[in-house]
């Protein structure tokens, strides 16, 4: 992060305002990509130029797809039992422990 901010920092001296915005706008966008850990990297660098890419084609070729491969991810909605345990967590916090 210090190298960022440090980057963004001296964008802000040297550089015109709407310079400036743009490229923090591409900062941005390439810190977000380094950043992702899920979506296909093909996909995401396609997407960039404006194209499209399926990632079931990727079969392994970038790095996040290869990483669900070899672990076999799968997402799994636990919404319902998150917020159970939130409830629970809420209601001990109006619980007095006499001892
Ligand atoms: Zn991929």
């Not at 305002?17 to 995401?44: A, D, F, P």
């Not at 990727?58 to 070899?70: I, R, S, T, W």
Request: hydrophobic share 30%; proline share 1%.
């Amino acid at each position: 992060m210090y190298i960022q901010r440090s980057l963004i920092a001296s964008l802000d001296r040297n550089k015109a305002e709407h310079v400036q915005q743009n490229k923090k706008e591409q900062l941005m966008k390439l810190i977000r990509y380094c950043s992702e850990e899920e979506t296909c990297r093909r996909k995401l660098l396609l997407s960039h130029f404006g194209q499209t890419f399926e990632p079931a084609s990727c079969k392994g070729m970038c790095d996040n797809c290869l990483h669900q491969e070899k672990f076999d991810i799968h997402k799994t909605n636990v919404t319902d039992q998150a917020n159970a345990l939130l409830d629970i967590g809420e209601l001990y916090t109006h619980i007095s422990i006499i001892t």
